[in-house]
């Protein structure tokens, strides 16, 4: 079979994907990586499979950047936008602007034209928004200030691509062809007033079509229930937004952005989403691993210091912006370090602006193709910087954070009850306990929560309740009962283990997320573990049969019997925790607590108590 054939090629690629993000993700790297990765692999640098074909990959992989554009658009609702706008265009704008002029501004120093220095600053000022995300996510730190900030500027920058399409053009050398795109176009040789109309023309078409002509379009698909027409429309409507986009000469990116955007309150929403996702991901993983076979290796090995030296003065010049914008925006120490080495990468729009530039003559093809190399290898670097951060460094500036910055507070209130931990699981604690008439000490390791909640007029305490002063000094010698309500499982178990260890008389009730987290407190010996969502999931449950016709009485009878089993049966499963067994354990117990509650209903059919009926029980709730 010839290596040009189309199911040879298909072969290749698809092998490539199911090896190499699978791999990459593993190593938590981050899927991107894993298709650059094996494109490198895969293609004339290493392994050869592909050749050729990898540059011409990449016109046919690009719809898939199109295709991520709409869903970004769609992703953009006006409250969102609204109540996120401080961050977004505060944060977000100065770090997109700052960024583009210094290294502008160095570029220019290196003896670029203006217009190429500002084109490679924009591109750079760029982060990865999918290899961030995931490691904020996977390490619980997206509902911390640093992961609000960082999500925030993410944003903006996605949003930033956009404008930055459509700025390019304007600064290619007067004469040049720009984009493949507009020689097709329908207006290539008009003047420039007549171009202007025709293309303010198509973008007031794409909003009174999007409104009164796709709506009722798709309301029509939709009453004919077939999936698979549903999706014809969704990849129809994408592929029409680029074609008249083509057509009047702009970028089908930025017309598939805006047709999203026109869509985001859409009751169909969520279903085109799920269905142009899948179409999506393939073209982009294709795309990635169309721009991992193109890189230039010749030209990395004939100047490694060229390009080392690149990616560090470029990941130190954006860590720098990005730490002096934190501390503008009065994020404390240890949340600005998190933030400024989250985001000093190039991300992967990058590539397609890059892509877009040299197809536009806007950049010499071979500063492109250094540029490639420069933001493939900061992508790769930012899991191994994040993780010299979490091991070093984190913990030195944590320490002269505590000596230097702010030192845990001192604590004049002793109380029967030490809360630690304050986030939106310990706060409720905290309030329905304060409305009982119970003061309890609370304390906090997130610097700005606690002047947050401060604000708010909550008294709260700055300390790290894991450690035996910060106990001491909150009165865990005279307390009763401290609920163990932090963050992350791992900082609770550090928790226990001090009380345990220092404070033994103290009754601990402790938060677990699941029921990995309470076989964990288990095995320290922890009595009383309260899983996050049982009590909500049985409650939403009780709901549901009362809705269905239920008597109250009997709904909340089989919540109550659900979750002493449940406990009890958690006990016992723990010792299976890491057994064959456990699956069997487990399915044993499903099956038993259903034939107890079902003979449990059936016994008290006859029951009737007027004062557990629906329309008293909604009057109870």
Request: glycine share 8%; with cysteine.
């Amino acid at each position: 079979m010839s290596n040009e054939s189309f199911f040879y090629q298909a072969l290749v690629y698809l092998a490539t994907m199911v090896v190499f993000v699978p791999l990459a993700k593993k190593l938590n790297l981050g899927s991107v990586l894993g298709y650059l990765l094996g494109g490198i692999i895969i293609g004339p640098a290493l392994l050869g499979l592909i050749g050729q074909s990898g540059q011409d990959l990449m016109h046919f992989a690009e719809f898939g950047v199109v295709m991520m554009l709409f869903l970004i658009g769609m992703e953009l609702e006006p409250s969102l936008l609204w109540k996120l706008r401080a961050p977004i265009l505060g944060l977000g704008g100065l770090q997109v602007v700052v960024t583009a002029m210094l290294i502008g501004g160095l570029a220019m120093a290196c003896g670029l034209p203006w217009n190429q220095a500002l084109v490679i600053g924009m591109i750079l000022s760029l982060s990865s928004t999918a290899i961030v995300l995931q490691i904020l996510t996977e390490k619980g730190q997206m509902g911390s200030a640093a992961g609000q900030s960082a999500f925030s500027v993410l944003l903006f920058q996605d949003i930033a691509v956009i404008p930055m399409l459509a700025i390019f053009p304007l600064l290619a050398p007067a004469g040049t062809t720009l984009t493949a795109e507009e020689t097709s176009s329908l207006i290539e040789h008009q003047p420039a007033w007549v171009k202007t109309i025709v293309v303010l023309g198509a973008v007031l078409g794409l909003v009174i079509g999007g409104r009164y002509i796709v709506k009722p379009v798709l309301h029509i698909v939709a009453r004919t229930r077939l999936r698979e027409l549903f999706t014809a429309s969704a990849l129809l409507l994408v592929v029409g937004i680029a074609v008249l986009m083509t057509l009047v000469g702009l970028s089908p990116a930025l017309g598939a952005f805006l047709g999203g955007v026109l869509l985001a309150n859409s009751e169909y929403r969520h279903e085109l989403e799920s269905d142009i996702e899948p179409f999506k991901g393939l073209l982009l993983g294709l795309f990635f691993i169309g721009v991992g076979a193109t890189i230039n290796f010749d030209l990395i090995e004939n100047s490694p210091w060229i390009v080392a030296g690149l990616v560090i003065g470029i990941m130190i010049v954006k860590f720098i912006v990005l730490a002096g914008l934190g501390k503008l925006f009065r994020l404390s120490r240890d949340q600005n370090l998190l933030f400024s080495f989250a985001l000093p990468q190039v991300g992967e729009f990058a590539f397609v602006l890059f892509s877009f530039s040299a197809g536009a003559k806007l950049l010499p093809q071979q500063l492109v193709d250094l540029m490639m190399a420069v933001v493939a290898i900061s992508m790769a670097l930012t899991p191994l910087v994040m993780l010299a951060y979490e091991k070093w460094i984190q913990p030195k500036f944590e320490g002269m954070s505590k000596e230097n910055e702010r030192e845990d507070d001192k604590i004049d209130e002793r109380n029967a009850v030490i809360i630690a931990g304050f986030d939106h699981f310990g706060t409720v604690i905290g309030r329905f306990l304060r409305a009982s008439g119970v003061p309890a000490t609370v304390l906090d390791l997130d610097s700005d929560r606690v002047d947050l909640l401060r604000k708010m007029g909550l008294k709260v305490h700055y300390g790290d309740a894991s450690r035996f002063e910060m106990l001491k000094s909150a009165g865990a010698e005279q307390a009763a009962i401290i609920v163990v309500a932090m963050a992350t499982p791992e900082k609770n178990l550090e928790v226990v283990q001090a009380v345990k260890k220092h404070f033994p008389h103290l009754r601990m009730l402790v938060r677990a997320v699941d029921n990995a987290d309470a076989f964990d407190l288990m095995n320290a010996g922890v009595l009383h573990i309260y899983r996050e969502t049982i009590d909500t999931s049985l409650r939403l449950g009780t709901d549901v049969l009362e809705m269905l016709g239920r008597r109250a009485y009997q709904s909340q009878r089989a919540a109550r019997m659900f979750r002493r089993f449940d406990e009890k049966s958690l006990k016992g499963l723990a010792a299976f925790r890491d057994d064959k067994q456990y699956v069997n354990a487990a399915k044993e117990r499903i099956e038993e607590l259903q034939k107890i509650i079902q003979a449990d209903a059936y016994t008290n059919m006859m029951i009737r108590d007027t004062g557990w009926e629906r329309d008293n029980a909604e009057e109870r709730n």
